[in-house]
């Protein structure tokens, strides 16, 4: 027998061996995952992100907009740039601060691209959640909140509600039912972009934002 022959019988062989049975995921995350209440989430959430140095800000349902703007001013921002359509982008509007231009993503790239590249300063978006394990933040971008208003400014504000913060991703994944469909992107946020040269100098902002603050805004009458 030639060694095509040999190669090609192994390869049949294989074909009709009984498949083995497949790993049970869930059991093995039930078994090892923590038990822990919505602050302990909160806790390791934190101190992961400021472990690569993201800006973590306690905030509410009445005082996040004025968190932000005391933050922008500190930063000296000119602008942000915001979502159309989104609760959280109204809400800003609505409030109409003097000294931090809004600034809608309502028209196409292609049309305004250098004005994006040159002159936004920072933008805001959603999470749709995150995750305490690993410390990232997910981002399922959309038409009102695209995948470029996370990658191109230089400050990246993202606004967390603690009650969607998971345990692990295999707890988000099942919580929000990923199976059953996924956007064109899924994002994992760990901190501010980053990257190091071959003599291991780090330095921000190379490939995305050099600066990531979050505000992790807490259910009214929490303690944050």
């Known amino acids: 027998m030639s060694a095509r022959d040999r190669i090609l019988a192994r390869l049949r062989a294989a074909s009709t061996a009984e498949t083995p049975p497949l ?7 039930d078994a090892h995952r923590r038990n822990e209440d919505t602050d302990q989430r ?7 992100l400021q472990a690569v140095k993201t800006e ?17 001013a500190s930063k000296g921002l000119r602008n942000l740039l915001i979502g159309t359509g989104t609760a959280h982008g109204a809400a800003l509007q609505a409030r109409q601060p003097e000294h931090l231009k809004l600034l809608p993503y309502a028209d196409a790239i292609d049309s305004w691209r250098d ?14 959640s995150a995750i ?30 603690v009650a969607t913060i998971h345990s692990d991703f295999h707890s988000a ?16 946020i ?24 979050v505000l992790l805004r807490h259910a009214e009458g929490a303690a944050a």
């Not at 909160?42 to 992961?48: D, E, G, K, Q, Y």
């Not at 004005?115 to 749709?128: E, G």
């Not at 760990?190 to 603050?213: F, M, N, W």
Request: glycine content about 6%; charged content about 20%.
């Open 56 to 72: 973590v800000h306690d905030v509410s349902a009445t005082d996040w907009i004025e968190v932000l703007l005391r933050i922008a």
């Open 173 to 188: 994944i099942t919580a929000e039912g990923w199976k059953d469909g996924l956007p064109t992107n899924a994002l994992l």
């Open 132 to 161: 305490a394990e690993i410390g990232s933040l997910i981002l399922w971008p959309n038409a009102s909140e695209p995948r470029l208003m996370s990658l191109v400014p230089s400050v990246h504000f993202v606004l967390l509600d």
């Open 115 to 128: 004005v994006l590249f040159d002159d936004i300063d920072a933008s805001l978006t959603l999470a749709r």
């Open 42 to 48: 909160v806790t390791r959430l934190r101190a992961a």
């Open 190 to 213: 760990c901190g501010p972009s980053k990257t190091a040269d071959i003599q291991q100098t780090l330095a921000y902002g190379a490939h995305g934002p050099r600066e990531l603050v």
């Open 23 to 29: 790993p049970d995921v869930k059991a093995w995350f």
